[in-house]
C-alpha cells in the first residue's frame, strides 16, 4: 500500500498525520514530496539473496525516482531513522543493523542506461544488474566490464572494488568508473570524480557503502562488433581423485589478461553427487583457450562443455546462483597460492556438511581466481582506489545453503573451518577477505587491509554521525 493511502487512512480514523500507520515520521515529512512513482511497502516483504541474518526493516521505500533517494535521506536524518541502501539485494553480510523503526531504501527500480554515440562509455543508475548492463552493452556493440553473476547490482560489486571476468584487461569495476553521482550522509547531492574530489573518490573505490548512497555513474565502455565479442568457457567435470593435480594445475598457471577461472565443489547438475567443477574462460577461440588451459585440461576431465560462446552469454552458467531466498552464511577467504593439502581438507569438510545435512544439497564452495596481470601493478599504490586486495588471484567462498534455521550451528562451523584450512596456506601475510564476499566476523583489518587506517580517518571526515554504518561499518 502506497503511503499516502496510508496516510489519507490514517486521516479518516482520526489519527495524526504526523503518526503515519507506516513508514514513521520521516515519511509525514517527505511523503508529499515524492514522486508519484516512488512508494512505501508496509508488510516488511522484502526478498533477497540469503534469508540469514537479512536486514527487517519498519518499512520499504521502492524509489521510482532517482531524485527522491537525496529526499528520504533528509528526511531520515531529521527524524534519526535508520535506513538501508537496497539494490540486488544481494549481499550476504551480518552487520545489517536495523531496527522496527528502520526503513530500507530499495532503488533497485533504478534502470536507465544510455551509451554515448561512441560507445566509449555508458551512463547508468544505481538498480542497473550486471545482466541489465551487459544486454545493454550487446545490443550497443559494445563490452563493459561486469561482475560475473547477472543478478547483482553493478554499483553494489563496484563500491568495493568489482570483481570482473575481463579485469586483466580492463581492470577492476572501479577501474572503469569516471564520474560517481551521489546523496552524502547529509543528503546533499554531488557529483565526485577522481579529479574533483580524490580523497573520496578514493574511499567510495572499495568501501563505497561507507560514504555515499551512489544513485548513478558512467564507466568506461569499449565499441566492439558483437561478432568479435565472444570467448570460450563451459565446465569442467573432475572426478574427486584429481582434485590434488587440478589444485596443483591452476596453483602453477599464471592467468595472461585475457584468462579467468572459477573452481567448484558443488552437486553435479546432472547427478546431484558432489564434484569438483573448473569453468575457464579465455577471451577468444577455443583452440589458443585450450593451449592456454592445456595443464588444467591435461588433467583429464570426465566431461568437457567448453565453447565459444557470445559476451550476452557469459554469465548464465552461474545463474542458479542468483536463486534468491533459503539460508547462506557465508565466508571467504583471499588466496595466492593452493595448497593441494588444505583443499583436500576443504573437499573433506564439504563432504561431511553435505552428507549431514541432506537439505544443504546445494551448499557451494566457489572459488574465482583473475588475472593479476594489470590490477597488481596499482598495489604499489598509485592511490588510485581504497581496494586493497590487487595482487590477491584467488577469492574462495564457502556458501552452505539450506532453508532451516536448525542448521545455521553447523554451517557456520563449516564456513570457519574452511576459511581456517585455506588462510592458513593462502601465501599472504595476514588473511585478507574481499569486502563484497565477507561474512562479517572478520576484523576490519582484513577487510580494508592496508587502506583502514585512512578510510576510518576519512570516514571522521565525511560521516561523522554514521549515517551510512550497515556494510562493515568503519566507525
Ligand atoms: C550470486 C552472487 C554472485 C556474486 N558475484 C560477484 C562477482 O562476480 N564479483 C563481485 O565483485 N561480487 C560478486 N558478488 C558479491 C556482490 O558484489 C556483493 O554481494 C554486492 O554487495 C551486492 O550488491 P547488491 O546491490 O546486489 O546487493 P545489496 O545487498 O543491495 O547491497 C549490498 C551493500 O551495498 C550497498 N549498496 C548497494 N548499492 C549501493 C549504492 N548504489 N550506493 C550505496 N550503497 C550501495 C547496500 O547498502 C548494501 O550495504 C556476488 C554475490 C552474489 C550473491
Redesign the pocket.
Known sequence: MHVRQLLIGAGLFGLSLSQPACGGNWASLVEKSLSPKTSIQCDGDNQ???DYAAPKAGAVVIVGDENDVAKIIVAASKTNTSF??????????NT?KLDSRGIIID??SLKAITFNAKKTQVTFQ?GV??KDLIDAAWNNNARVSA???N???V??????????RTQGVYGL?VDNLISLN?VDPNGIRKTVTRQNNPELWWALTGA??NF????SATYKSQPLPQAQNTAWTGLLLFNESKLEEVITAIDKLTLAPDMQLDIYFTANPATGQPSVLVLPFYLGSAEVGRQKFASILNVGPIADNTEVIPYNTWNTA?DP??TPGGR?PSYTTGVKKMDPVAWRNTWNEYIAFFNENPEANLTTILT?CYSTAKTAKSVKNDGSSSYPFRDIKCHAITIPWYTSPSIDCSAVKFGQNVRKHLSASAGTKSPSS????AHGDEPLSQIYGSSLSTLKKLKQKYDPKKR?N??FPLS
Do not use: D, P
Not at 84 to 93: F, K, R, Y
Open positions: 533477497r539473496w540469503s538501508l541502501i537496497q539494490s540486488g539485494g544481494n549481499g550476504w553480510a545489517f532503488i533497485s544505481a544488474t550486471n561482475s560475473t553473476c543478478c547483482v547490482s554499483l553494489g560489486a563496484t563500491l568495493g572494488g568489482g570483481l570482473s569495476n551521489i563505497g557503502a555515499g548512497v551512489i544513485t552461474g546462483f542468483c547462506k574465482e574481499y569486502i563484497n564476499f551510512l550497515q556494510w
